[in-house]
Antibody
Framework: QVQLVQSGSELKKPGASVKVSCKAS????????MNWVRQAPGQGLEWMGW????????TYAQGFTGRFVFSLDTPGTTAYLQITSLKAEDTAVYYC?????????????WGQGTLVTVSS | DIQMTQSPSSLSASVGDRVTITCRAS??????LNWYQQKPGKAPNLLIY???SLQSGVPSRFSGSGSGTDFTLTINSLQPEDFATYYC?????????FGPGTKVDIK
């Protein structure tokens, strides 16, 4: 079945970097975009941007430029989110989610989420 | 950016109730409106896409309607497993913004 499996929780100190992985299976990886969504503790969902899996071109939402990098394991089926110069406010669950554009744009399925905790 | 609002922010309901959640966009998003369900500690799950299309595997008690700026998610005969937070999302243009969520809990 179509599945996205993310890497495990991370505890990092301020100023460090983290790289979250998202392994896709059960579908043609290069046929769908990969989106990243952030959810801060007790908060709602925030779209961070996407990466086109056929070309590897990233698009970042406002507020996620500079320290956030989307990448792919080419020619594999893994997407990555790297965050550098971590701050306490980066503490959140980060989700990867497949973007479907046929007929309409929608997100399905979602990875299980990766909790990144930034604390000294 | 297109701003999404939801009402109510929370509601209490009983098993068997009919529940309606509304979502409003700050400008027209045509029918590019999705609904997601999120249970505590879990990833969101797609329920409705293109305003009214039921995602495969989602029970038929869930339905969506609307177009332009005003949308509705209806749950007919609420079941115990439906107690969760519901988010709308516009997918008309980037950034793909989400509503703030509506928490449905047990009365």
């Amino acid at each position: 079945q179509v599945q996205l499996v993310q890497s495990g929780s991370e505890l990092k100190k301020p100023g460090a970097s983290v790289k979250v992985s998202c392994k896709a299976s059960g579908y043609s990886f290069a046929s769908y975009s990969m989106n990243w969504v952030r959810q801060a503790p007790g908060q709602g969902l925030e779209w961070m941007g996407w990466i086109t899996t056929n070309s590897g071109a990233p698009t970042y939402a406002q507020g996620f430029t500079g320290r956030f990098v989307f990448s792919l394991d080419t020619p594999g089926t893994t997407a990555y989110l790297q965050i550098t110069s971590l701050k306490a406010e980066d503490t959140a669950v980060y989700y990867c989610v497949r973007g479907i554009t046929s007929g309409s744009n929608r997100f399905d399925p979602w990875g299980q989420g990766t909790l990144v905790t930034v604390s000294s | 950016d297109i701003q999404m609002t939801q009402s109510p922010s929370s509601l209490s309901a009983s098993v068997g109730d009919r529940v309606t959640i509304t979502c409003r966009a700050s400008q027209s998003v045509s029918s590019y409106l999705n609904w997601y369900q999120q249970k505590p500690g879990k990833a969101p799950n797609l329920l409705i896409y293109a305003a009214s299309s039921l995602q495969s595997g989602v029970p038929s008690r869930f339905s969506g309607s609307g177009s332009g700026t005003d949308f509705t998610l209806t749950i007919n005969s609420l079941q115990p497993e439906d107690f969760a937070t519901y988010y709308c999302q516009q997918s008309y243009t980037t950034p793909f913004t989400f509503g703030p969520g509506t928490k449905v809990d047990i009365k």
